[in-house]
């Protein structure tokens, strides 16, 4: 979502939310029949929408992709693990590109492109950080013991713990990074790790689900529904804020 602006305002703020093993017929909008997605149904009614496009298949190519707008193939980051889900210390990304035009740059949630310097999401051009590390929560590089509830995070590096659930917690910290910088432009890069295996979250979002026999595992489904609840509070956090446009 970007804010409107003329040309005598502000550059438009951009929020860039990416969800993560997510189908595209994983939503209401798309045609699902099951799953109850209503804040992002009511969002893809309003928005310009693309339909003509081509991803790559594993969620690191994606990612290296979408930040320096190159080939994985010629970027570094063309697969998931053995050292290729890295991106070339040369390659300029979104987040270089927003910094240098006087933009406040956030990232909250999956990284995927390096976990050491200099190829962690603060070396990438992001001032304010907070993820975990690996392709996953509570996988090898990540902070250990993490399951998705009450986990330690890492601020721009540092380990912090936090109270809640992780999907939950980045778009709090992205709501946090919005409203500190509601008073300049603003790049906020929002990834989930949900809903990626493995499957967890608070049994009131799978329960609706429980009892379908064409649904193999709820709790994927519980997920979404969970991201769902946290885009309807970012969009209401951001009208709140008077940046909803």
């Known amino acids: 979502m970007a804010s409107r602006t003329t040309s005598t305002s502000r550059p438009p703020n951009v929020v860039l939310v990416l969800t993560d093993d997510q189908g595209y017929g994983d939503l209401g909008c798309t045609g699902n029949p099951w799953i109850q997605t209503p804040c992002i149904d009511r969002f893809h009614g309003e928005s310009v929408r693309f339909t003509d496009f081509h991803v790559s298949p594993l969620c690191t190519p994606t990612r290296g992709a979408l930040m320096t707008g190159h080939n994985p193939l010629r970027n570094g980051a063309w697969a998931t693990c053995w050292g290729r889900s890295i991106l070339r210390r040369d390659e300029v990304t979104l987040a270089n590109v927003f910094e240098n035009s006087g933009y406040a740059t956030g990232m ?138």
């Open 108 to 245: 909250f949630g999956k990284w995927h492109l390096g976990d050491n310097y200099p190829y962690r999401p603060q070396d990438r051009g992001f001032q304010s950080v907070v993820a975990h590390r690996g392709g996953g929560v509570g996988q090898t590089p990540d902070f250990w013991g993490n399951n998705y509830f009450n986990d330690t995070y890492f601020h721009n590096g540092s380990p912090v713990p936090h109270t809640g659930y992780c999907t939950d917690i980045w778009f709090d910290e992205a709501m946090r990074f919005i409203e500190s910088n509601r008073d300049r432009p603003f790049f906020c890069y929002l990834a989930t790790n949900a809903p990626h295996s493995p499957y967890l979250v608070e049994d009131r979002y799978k329960a609706p689900y429980g009892a379908i026999d064409d649904i193999p595992e709820p709790a994927f489904y519980g997920m979404i529904t969970n991201i769902d609840e946290n885009m309807g509070r970012l969009e209401a956090r951001l009208a709140e804020l008077g940046l909803r446009d």
